[in-house]
């Protein structure tokens, strides 16, 4: 089966990868031609891709990764993989959607099952994708909605072990996307509607949000009265029903936490439900930057004029580069206003915001653990005795207690 994937960042190769490796003729489309380059000499960013399935595949013919939309036509399934990120105010931007629909309607010459993967809300594929492709092409395409839930770096939940929710718009969409998609995930389940399958990606990472907002004030609360929320959290932990542990941290990033939530609060206000607690949550952690960094302030005493402070770990979770809606920055930001003078080091990063990782420094003032990638060696900071306060959002104990 002719398969085109449109967008090849870490959910669109994902994927490419997995259709191909089970026998599907892939074309991997992408705008950018530096990553397409990157691609076609077998280089992946993409934390799962593994090097020599990429190069087999591409060697074998079964994947093609280009910039050319010519080479998408007669393909019998299209997945729209792009980002859906949010507009300055916080709105949704379907931007890189509707260029992919501009993209099928000028090269498909034939009809094809047309899959949204790209996180949207409710209704985003029938009054969205087919409303604009019908205006734009005289093809029958069929249209399915199949959110992606591809995790970067999870070595335990995989494209193929991570059940999928798929409903198309028609039952003829739906039991054809069931039937590609099955091919190589384990697990489909058959949503009622369309709606249903959107709706249940942004709950999803909505409940991810809440809670972490959740535990953030828990965090506030705890310091006031004098104990660890961490502690609080491991012992609420060992009730076996009933409850989830989520840690405190200096905010959410990612393309999916940070965004899912205002796309579902855009579409319940649009239809006159007020989303209070997606926004009360959003507020909750996008000011964490700043809180934690007023929190430091009253640590080292209440100034970190001239302080040198650095963050162990800058990209939004660890042992991936993904720097997107990532809190560090916000956190550097905010301790640069404060007068600390800021340096990072993230071995997968290695340069942003035209700035470059610095090795781990014994010689600071405080060293902040951030995002503790596997490749981070803390040992460092322990042996030379440097101040250290571990903000990093889970139990592991990396040699100092949890600040938040």
């Not at 720097?323 to 600390?340: D, F, N, T, V």
Request: charged share 20%.
């Amino acid at each position: 089966m002719k398969v085109s994937v449109i967008g090849q960042g870490y959910v669109g190769l994902t994927i490419a990868m997995g259709a191909a490796a089970v026998g599907h003729r892939v074309i991997g489309l992408d705008v950018n031609e530096k990553l397409i380059s990157q691609l076609s000499q077998g280089n992946s960013y993409v934390p799962g891709v593994n090097k020599e399935l990429l190069v087999g595949l591409i060697q074998s013919s079964q994947y093609l990764p280009t910039s050319d939309s010519n080479l998408i036509n007669d393909s019998e399934v299209i997945i729209i993989a792009v980002p859906t990120p949010l507009t300055i105010d916080r709105k949704p931007d379907l931007t890189y959607i509707e260029s992919a629909i501009n993209v099928i309607s000028k090269n498909m010459k034939t009809p094809a099952l047309i899959v949204n993967e790209s996180t949207s809300y409710p209704g985003t594929l029938q009054n969205f994708i087919k409303l604009k492709l019908e205006k734009l092409s005289k093809q029958k395409h069929l249209f399915a909605a199949a959110p992606e839930r591809v995790d970067p770096g999870n070595e335990i939940w995989t494209l193929y072990n991570t059940p999928r929710v798929i409903a198309g718009l028609t039952d003829e969409a739906t039991d054809k996307a069931i039937e590609f998609y099955s091919t190589f995930c384990e697990k489909v389940y058959r949503a009622p509607n369309a709606e249903v399958a959107e709706a249940s990606k942004l709950f999803e990472n909505t409940f991810r949000q809440i809670n972490i907002a959740l535990v953030n004030e828990f965090s506030e609360i705890s310091k006031k009265l004098g104990f660890s929320a961490n502690d609080a959290i491991k012992a609420a932990s060992t009730k076996p029903f009933g409850f989830m542990p989520f840690f405190p941290s200096i905010g959410v990033g990612g393309h999916c936490i940070p965004v899912d939530p205002s796309y579902l609060s855009f579409i319940s206000e649009s239809f006159g439900a007020k989303a209070k607690f997606i926004e009360l949550a959003n507020q909750t952690n996008l000011l964490m930057p700043k809180k934690v960094a007023l929190m430091l302030q009253t640590e080292l005493g209440g100034s970190l004029k001239d302080t040198r402070i650095q963050l162990a770990g800058i990209a939004y979770k660890p042992d991936v580069s993904d720097m997107r809606e990532s809190p560090a920055i916000e956190l550097m930001i905010e301790l640069e206003k404060l007068g600390a003078k800021v340096s990072w080091f993230d071995p997968l990063v290695g340069e942003f915001d035209n700035k470059v990782s610095a090795q781990i420094d014994p010689s600071i003032d405080l060293g902040l653990i951030v995002t503790p990638h596997k490749e981070i060696d803390f040992s460092v900071w322990k042996n030379s005795g440097t101040k250290v306060l571990d903000l990093s959002a889970n139990s592991k104990d990396f040699g100092w207690p949890k600040f938040l």
